[in-house]
């Protein structure tokens, strides 16, 4: 390697030597460092706070994913993060023509050049030098607390302005958690101007088991798999065939077994649609898949609508979480545990629900529906969100997204600093 050093925009000219440090032990510096660091400045001069650095990768693609960011000039940013001791090894590893780097909002290096990254979609994200992650300490706090300030401005200009008591802060995420229900709401709405109501819902239901990297292979099945012609095939079959038989033609349609399945149904997916490389076991397809047949299976007799609007008429979160769990065969885990189905609820059945019952004018049954929403307990922790109501809190101020309600009103902060819109 040709000897370099970096001048003030952290550009390597050619002295000294990258520090000797792998770049395992690179990644591991900015997981504990980069939070606390100081801001960063892009190849273009523009400061970039780290405010979540992202979660480490276990899957074919960037070293960190899903990392939050505050850019000058741009706003909160989320998406993926690569590392490298050397700028020019993402063009030498492929990064520029592999898909799976397309979502890379930050190239950080030991050693930069002025020549962006590009990735294979055309993008070209910024690239921050890292020397001084190595040597300088973190932030002594006076930081924090004007990027408070920036995201607070920011989110003022959505009609959310900064709290200045702990229950203050409790009632703001109330109603941010309230506009993202209502979103999916007129979102599910929109849909069912469009398309069959059922469908819409099964389509919302495989979309949530999607997880992440498999969302659109899901959606690729429940189109494969209408929910019309395979509910019907089902009612013909004994109630005790009904779940293994909804596994076996949905894991054809995903096109992991082969065989027949039910006129009407397919065509089967390309198996390569779907990914695979280490996906953790609880979160497989194929596991998720199992998950889906136990779901259409138990409505089949009454319909994907009615039966989980039975399950919500009692107004009890746990009526209706237990209802949508799926619990596993044989000691196998649950296909869909409390966790997911509480996810599941939350995210789909409640929103659509209070969306069906509007369109109809049953105004009651829609309030009813937002009422159970606002009872649910907290999901499962998001690191994002973690991160965020870090940001956005005082310190000392505690754990407030204490429920399902809160934490999606952090959520919908995140949308609304990131500019994307909201999704189910």
Not at 45 to 62: E, F, H
Not at 311 to 336: E, M, S
Request: a positive charge.
């Amino acid at each position: 390697m040709k000897p370099s050093h970096h001048n003030r925009s952290g550009h390597s000219t050619g002295s000294d030597p990258i520090a000797p440090i792998s770049e395992k032990q690179l990644a591991r510096l900015w997981e504990r460092r980069a939070a606390r660091h100081r801001a960063f400045h892009t190849e273009a001069g523009a400061r970039v706070r780290i405010l979540y650095p992202g979660r480490p990768g276990v899957t074919a693609g960037p070293d960190f994913r899903n990392a939050l960011l505050l850019v000058e000039g741009q706003g909160l940013i989320q998406g993926d993060v690569e590392i490298h001791l050397r700028q020019g090894d993402w063009r030498s590893h492929g990064h520029h023509l592999d898909p799976n780097y397309n979502g890379v909002v930050l190239h950080v290096a030991l050693e930069t050049d002025p020549e962006p990254s590009q990735t294979i979609g055309g993008g070209a994200p910024p690239v921050v030098n890292l020397q001084s992650l190595l040597t300088d300490a973190p932030d002594s706090g006076d930081t924090d607390e004007a990027v408070r300030d920036q995201l607070w401005r920011s989110l003022a200009q959505h009609g959310y302005r900064r709290p200045e008591q702990p229950e203050q802060m409790a009632a703001l995420l109330n109603r941010a958690g309230d506009q993202r229900f209502m979103s999916h709401s007129a979102r599910f709405r929109m849909l069912m101007s469009v398309q069959e109501p059922e469908q819409t819902l099964w389509e919302a239901v495989c979309d949530a088991l999607g997880y992440r990297h498999n969302r659109h292979p899901f959606l690729a099945l429940a189109t494969a798999a209408p929910y019309r012609v395979l509910s019907r095939a089902l009612q013909r079959l004994p109630d005790t065939e009904r779940e293994p038989a909804a596994a076996q033609w949905l894991l054809r349609l995903a096109g992991f077994e082969s065989g027949p399945v039910p006129s009407g149904l397919g065509p089967p997916l390309d198996p390569n649609a779907w990914r695979l490389f280490r996906v953790r076991p609880p979160n497989h397809p194929r596991r998720r898949i199992l998950g889906a047949a136990g779901l259409v299976a138990r409505f089949a007799h009454a319909g994907l609508i009615a039966g989980i609007q039975s399950a919500a008429a009692p107004g009890d979160p746990k009526i209706l979480t237990k209802n949508l769990t799926v619990a596993g065969h044989d000691d196998q885990p649950a296909p869909i545990g409390p966790a997911r189905a509480r996810d599941i609820a939350v995210n789909v059945a409640l929103p659509f629900l209070h969306g069906c019952s509007a369109l109809s004018g049953d105004h009651a049954t829609a309030r009813a529906m937002l009422e159970i929403y606002r009872r649910y307990g907290p999901l499962s922790d998001n690191e994002i969100t973690r991160e965020l109501a870090a940001s956005l809190q005082k310190p000392g101020w505690g754990r407030i997204a204490n429920n399902a309600r809160r934490q999606q009103g952090l959520i919908h902060l995140q949308r609304l600093l990131s500019g994307a819109t909201p999704k189910t």
